[in-house]
């Protein structure tokens, strides 16, 4: 009798254990880890917030996505920014497709990588965007696809550039970081 409530025990032990760490899975601690480089944690984090469904998994992911990238974890990052590119919010949606652009042209899939930043350059505007038309860019050019190097030059020629969007209005980023490596990160 003393074997079976002792196994009862530990199997209600290791159940609270599981919801506390559950609980500590939130989109806040997933960025704050980020920021402080704590990358392992981080992506570990992100994938409880993204198990747990909701508003939060796409953002979750975003941010597993680039602590695994961070990491050189590729195939693991890959798999987050599939994720995170179903995200509503255009600016996660769209630098998801921009990273698995970057990552496809690392495998020199370059037919997969133009797909990804033509669908980025649908959702993203700004600096964001001009930086998806120079990767495209880079890849045709690696290619040797004169044909898709001038069409996306073309695009980019169409864009404010960047001197013209910084005379016209600015962002101011802050954080506070509880050390000095988070913070230069």
């Known amino acids: 009798m003393h074997m079976r409530?002792?196994?009862?025990?530990?199997?209600?032990?290791?159940?609270?254990?599981?919801?506390?760490?559950?609980?500590?899975?939130?989109?806040?601690r997933v960025a704050m880890l980020y920021q402080e480089g704590l990358d392992a944690s981080a992506a570990s984090t992100a994938a409880m917030v993204v198990r747990q469904g909701g508003q939060d998994a796409t953002t979750a992911a975003w941010y597993g996505?680039?602590?695994?990238?961070?990491?050189?974890?590729?195939?693991?990052?890959?798999?987050?920014?599939e994720q995170a590119a179903t995200s509503p919010t255009?600016?996660?949606?769209g630098g998801a497709e921009s990273m698995l652009g970057q990552l496809a042209q690392q495998r020199a899939d370059t037919?997969?990588?133009?797909?990804?930043?033509?669908?980025?350059?649908?959702?993203?505007?700004?600096?964001?965007?001009r930086q998806v038309a120079l990767h495209a860019i880079a890849a045709a050019q690696r290619d040797r696809d004169a044909t898709a190097a001038a069409s996306w030059k073309r695009r980019l020629a169409g864009q404010p550039s960047d001197d013209t969007m910084a005379s016209s209005s600015f962002t101011l980023q802050a954080g506070a970081y509880q050390s000095r490596t988070g913070a230069e990160q």
């Not at 409530?5 to 806040?28: F, H, N, P, R, W």
């Not at 255009?90 to 949606?93: D, L, Y």
């Open 5 to 28: 409530t002792a196994i009862v025990l530990m199997l209600l032990l290791c159940a609270g254990c599981q919801e506390a760490t559950q609980s500590t899975a939130s989109l806040d």
């Open 90 to 93: 255009s600016a996660i949606a």
């Open 111 to 129: 037919a997969a990588a133009m797909k990804h930043y033509e669908q980025a350059w649908t959702e993203l505007r700004g600096p964001d965007r």
């Open 65 to 81: 996505g680039l602590a695994e990238y961070r990491q050189g974890h590729a195939a693991a990052a890959r798999r987050f920014f």
